[in-house]
């Protein structure tokens, strides 16, 4: 009789286990549907439960973070990787998410700092950097755009985007004719790219 | 002077302190130093009048910031001996990014005070009987007046992120204190709805300001209790050409009557008794480097000064040098 019991308990258990697996899969399936589909709110809502049943839930804190700044609400998305970082200090895609929100806000000295975190644990993290560019190019930091793309492409000598940031540098410190040479360069990587042949053409 | 002095080295301890504490790249600073040369035509009482003005700012990330000035000015008269004071002004904002608003907000509080003024204020009485040897008699009486100036300016303002719109609401409560019964305490209440936004592409930027500035004692503006002015300013932002570092052309228009006003965008006390009529100016910031700006100003200025009616202007030149770190 005891063995019975035993066994009807373990079943019992496993059936709840798997009911409550798969209704967590099915909301997770619902919430990426739903970010497909550009409802990205909704998409941020039907995982928010996870939240409130684990609030340390990392993975959760970091996609409401992410489609919170889709939704275009940056004040909850900062909130919501403010408390991922917090639930992992070493959590770079906590960092990099906060950069999206802030950048969004214009807040750019912020949205450096958190590039800035990521640099100090990832020395030549494209990401990172190729957002740090963004942001000195919005804080008008042209030296310092121009000190950092040179040393960037030097780690990445294939790639446009670190180029068109280095002829802008050149460009706003008066020094045209190397501007032009960068972006001749910039449209051997990228033929018609428009800011590139704007320049050229003047 | 030594006490302005010791206390903006109080204020640049307090901002420099937490410096060293913080992210290199978590404080952001700047100084400026600017001159103000004014010549009055047409004017009573007074020939000219020179300003030189130091602040420094001090900005956390973009979270908040505190600033620190001093202003010196010196005022020529034509008849009396040279009035000099300084200004000491402290200034804070705070940033908040609502969920709810597309933009930013931000609250603002600046203050200036004048140190107390002393000047000799000479009287003379003309008595109607003869004195000794037959002539009227006259007794010249001295006494000392201390004059002082207390000014609050809170604000909020909101910026939308992609900045090309722009609203701010501000009161300034000015205190002119006089010892001389005859001048009494005059209170200025001056509310400045403004708003601005962004065309061409955003090379260019259009600002209006309106001032309502309420006057509580006509002692010092016989008949005048209120004023109202419109400020137009119209910002260009100049296309890069090689050999030219010219980065901004600026146009002021102000039209209406303003006393006692107070330009928190200037930071600039418009501390002068009379009435200002109208102003147009216009300028450009040059910026060789990054980190460095040069700016300088052109302007014509018209009073009334509202004791004998008078019209008078002043032409200005104004320029100054703003240094990043």
Partial sequence: MKMILTKIMTALMFIFVSVDAVSADDAWMRSYTLEAAGQYAAAAQSIEHFLKEIPTHEFATLRSGWLYYLAGNYSRSITHYQTALELNKKSMDAMLGMSLPLMAQARWREAASKTQEVIKISKWNYLAHSRLMVCEDNLKQWDRLKKHAETLSSYYPSDATILVYLARAYSHTNKNGKAREIYQQVLQRYPGHLEASKFLSR | MKYFINSLLICLMIISGPLYAENENAWYMSASANINFSAFSKSENLDTQTELSFFIDADYLENYGLSAGLIYQNQGQNSFNDISNSIFFLGGRYHIYPESLPGKLSL??????????????????????????????????????????????????????????????????????????????????????????????????????????????????????????????????????????????????????????????????????????????????????????????????????????????????????????
Avoid at chain 2, 117 to 124: A, E, G, L, Y
């Fill in chain 2, 108 to 325: 603002s509080l600046d203050a200036y005070r004048e140190s107390e003024n002393t000047t000799v204020k000479t009287t003379r009485t003309e008595a109607t009987g003869p004195g000794p040897g037959g002539t009227p008699t006259m007794t010249i009486t001295t006494e000392l007046i201390n004059d002082s100036m207390e000014i609050f300016n809170p604000a909020i303002s909101f910026l939308n992120y992609a900045k090309t719109f722009y609203v701010d609401l501000g009161y300034t409560q000015s205190k002119y204190g006089s010892t001389d019964p005859a001048i009494g305490v005059l209170t200025v209440k001056q509310w400045t709805p403004t708003v601005g936004f962004s065309f061409n592409d955003q090379y260019d930027w259009l600002q209006f300001r309106y001032y309502i500035i309420d006057l509580s004692n006509d002692a010092r503006s016989p008949g005048v209790t209120k004023t109202t002015a419109g400020e137009f300013k119209l910002t260009h932002w100049t296309k890069k050409k090689e050999n030219s570092s010219l980065d901004n052309v600026q146009f002021i228009l102000l039209t209406g009557k303003r006393l006692f006003a107070v330009d928190r965008d200037a930071r600039k006390v418009y501390n002068l008794a009379d009435m200002q009529t109208s102003t147009f100016s216009m300028g450009g910031n040059w910026k060789p480097a990054s980190k460095n700006e040069f700016y300088i100003y052109a302007g014509v200025e018209n009073y009334e000064d509202p004791f004998s009616n008078q019209n008078y202007s002043n032409i200005f030149l104004y320029s100054g040098y703003k240094k990043y770190w």
